[in-house]
């Protein structure tokens, strides 16, 4: 099965500045790969993904870069606001399976 | 719309006792998932149904049974808690063309004594 971790349990980052949040995964027959928001004491919230055979993807705020050579992936957020602070989770699913593989996440904690 | 809504939202039992947990959606999701959340470890898939009247295991199904009875439930039995079954507890549904993005319930914070 798929694998994958995150780099740093924690993230510190001043109001205003950008958030790079990286995870790493072993399987490279991943076909997607999925960032998940959660905030504390609810149910995760899905935020963006990005195809295997994609560099990058951009949504609101966000941006994922995803490097097969290394088998690394990142969630950037720009201009990072108090209502950024949450648990971020990184997930792996082939295009044949219905379940997806979580990391352990990262807590990104703003500073105002 | 509600979206997915969990019951109970917190729950103690003693150790052999038994309980049920529900998950209901009103997205007219077909798949349907139960994952644990423990601290440092991220989510694990518990059990999952790709459609009514249909259950799967998923990663960590030992000591749990589940039900999709109705396409808008699914429930999530504990035969015989036992303490390394405390955890939280999250319920998701997701489209079939979707199924990267999942929708998911509260949570169910359950404690085994």
């Known amino acids: 099965g798929e694998s994958v971790g995150l780099h740093l349990p924690t993230l510190s980052v001043q109001e205003g500045d950008n958030s790079i949040i990286n995870c790493a995964y072993s399987?490279?027959?991943?076909?997607?790969f999925i960032w998940y928001k959660q905030e504390s004491g609810k149910g995760p919230q899905f935020i963006i993904d990005?195809?295997?055979?994609?560099d990058k993807r951009q949504g609101q705020r966000v941006t994922v870069l995803l490097n097969k050579t290394v088998k690394h992936l990142s969630l950037q957020i720009a201009a990072t606001q108090p209502g950024d602070s949450a648990v971020y989770f990184c997930?792996?699913?082939?295009?044949?399976?219905?379940?997806?593989?979580f990391g352990a996440g990262t807590t990104v904690t703003v500073r105002a | 719309n509600a979206g997915v809504t969990q019951t109970p939202k917190f729950r103690v039992l003693k150790t052999g006792q038994s309980m049920t947990l529900l998950c209901a959606q009103d997205?007219?999701?077909?798949?349907m998932y139960w994952y644990r959340q423990d601290p440092g470890m991220g989510l694990r898939l518990i059990h999952y149904?790709?459609?009514?009247?249909?259950?799967a295991k998923g990663e960590v199904p030992d000591g749990y049974n589940v039900s999709r009875l109705k396409k808008q439930n699914f429930l999530l039995g504990l035969e015989s808690a036992a303490p390394s079954q405390t955890s939280v507890y999250f319920c998701?549904?997701?489209?079939?063309?979707?199924?990267?993005?999942?929708?998911f319930g509260p949570g169910t914070r359950l404690t085994v004594l």
């Open positions: 997930a792996a699913r082939n295009s044949n399976d219905y379940k997806l593989s």
């Open positions: 990005i195809r295997s055979n994609m």
């Open positions: 399987n490279s027959a991943s076909d997607y």
């Open positions: 149904s790709v459609g009514e009247g249909t259950t």
């Open positions: 998701a549904s997701s489209y079939r063309s979707g199924k990267n993005e999942q929708f």
């Open positions: 997205m007219n999701h077909e798949y």
